[in-house]
């Protein structure tokens, strides 16, 4: 099944670089898409577990879904997980 998730605090492809690196770690997770343009993260979904893993996994990152509340914590937990896979992109 596909599923797609509005997040908040998408800025860049550093931000979706870890994103779609983390989210592949989940099991029963694949064909990870992240569109910054629409802050929308789409994948291939085997278990309602594995959503919910997903949207756990976002929020821990800084990526709280589009319902979920997004305070100064998850601000900075995103700017994070942004310059991670920024440098990750120059490896």
Known sequence: MRTSIVIQNLKCGGCAKTITKRLAEIDGITEIEVCVETAT???????????????????????????????????????????????????
């Open 41 to 91: 993260v789409s994948f291939t979904v085997n278990t309602e577990q594995a959503t919910t893993s997903a949207k756990e996994k976002l929020k821990e990152l800084g990526y709280p879904s589009i319902e979920d509340p997004n305070g100064v914590y998850a601000k900075a937990k995103s700017f994070v997980s942004c310059a991670t896979g920024r440098l990750s992109q120059t490896e």
